[in-house]
């Protein structure tokens, strides 16, 4: 009896001692995950950042830091050349054409984009046990609630024009529907679209932080280079010059917060700037790229308070930042004229474009003991990688017939993959202009840039070529067009480009 009680009483032990095993490991499998912080600037361009064009006339020691403890990519994509559907593809693993957005972006009325069955990077992430947020930029559509459901909520474009009389339809007292919440974030802090788009206002976990009661009459090109803003609401006392400020201190505060938890983190961080308006603090002043300079010194020294909140808070040795842009900048050949700076590097055209411009961004990722500092790759990459390659990062496979063009580049992070890892790229301007890219070779199925630059739409004179053939690799200016040089090289392109389009994804193995 004695004995039977004594190996009773061992295998309870031993059971005890197991479970708790087990939940050590467990509890060292969460803190092993990297915590993951994605930075999305708003319209920053390739050439804006020193450490990678020497001739920039802005300074960025900041992000140089980052680019120098970790790794650049030198042809990274967004997936469109505006920012909507850029956002939409980063969450989803998917081009946006492939949405209900066409062309175009929204405005800050618009319903949700992000259908509500599809899972995000946020909600993967968050099924894997990390907490998650979304700070800053959303502009993805909302769904308000409207006071009088048989009229609309809000206007019906960023280009009406709207007075103080205005009344948007909207009950600001009631939860938002379809915003950070119900993706997959834990906790968000937002406004609605762009610094330029009404309502301005700030939203909180889906409800309004101060309803936008108040009036801007808006501000035009003719006040100033870079100063336009449209009219509409806002909250009593919106101060336009403190919302990137505002949205860096609550990145900080939830850092400080998630160094008390054992859980793994995700923070998706899309700040407003340095999309216009360019209103930077009024000691970042002595840019030699002006007021859009300033902006970018300003939202330099704001990255690098996160960098400072990681390292403080020893999170920095095992935090997998990114860091991006949605597009290209918005910066025009009289822009280039009066500074001497070139925002978007050596690349053809501007934000909005198909032209290289259009979609070439910086893209710097830091992980010390993961990523080789002062490393680069040369591998071409979209924005939409992250879903898969967050999913190679925990290990997990990516949600079934979801994230459709989402590719691992995990390997290219690491320095392991010499050989190319996407077969192609599709590029996508905001009036819907696609292109392709292959290796070296970029198809343009139309001419003209399909975006900002003139002219945007341009038909083929008699015996012209109908698109465009660039070999990027001799050729990154888009300068000498190929098209009659190699017709079986255009041939390819298009049939690939019709596959992808038609098959609804382009990822392998899907």
Known sequence: MHFKKKVKGLLNITLIGTLFLLATV??????????????????????????????????????????????????????????????????????????????????GYSPALIEKERPTVATFLKDNGYATACIGKWHLGLNWVKKDAAKPAGTSGSGVKVTAAYDDNIDYNLKIADGPLDHGFDYSYIIPASLDMSPYFYIRNNKAVSAPTSYTKGLSETDGRGTMRRAGKMSPGFDFQQVLPNFINDAVSYIDDQAKSEKPFFLYLALPSPHTPWVPSEEFKNSKAGRYGNYVEETDFMVGKIFEALKKNNMDKNTLVIFTSDNGSDWKPEDIESTGHHANYVFRGRKADVFEAGHRIPFIARWPGMIKKGSTSNQIMCTTDLFATVAKIIDKPLPAEFAEDSENMLAAFKGFSKKPIRESIIHHSLSGYFSIRKGDWKLTTQLGSGGFTNPRILEPANGEAPMTLYNMAKDISETKNLYFEKPEIVAELQKLLKKNLKNGYSRPNF
């Open 26 to 107: 467990n509890v060292n499998a969460q803190q092993q995950k990297p915590n993951i912080v994605y930075i999305l600037t708003d319209d920053l361009g390739y050439g804006d950042i020193a450490y990678l064009n020497k001739k920039s006339k802005i300074t960025t020691p900041n992000i140089d830091k980052l680019a120098s403890e970790g790794i650049y990519f030198s042809d990274a994509h967004s997936n469109s050349a505006v920012c909507t559907p850029t956002r939409y593809g980063i969450l989803t693993g998917r081009y946006a054409f492939r949405s209900p957005l066409k062309k175009g972006v929204l405005h």
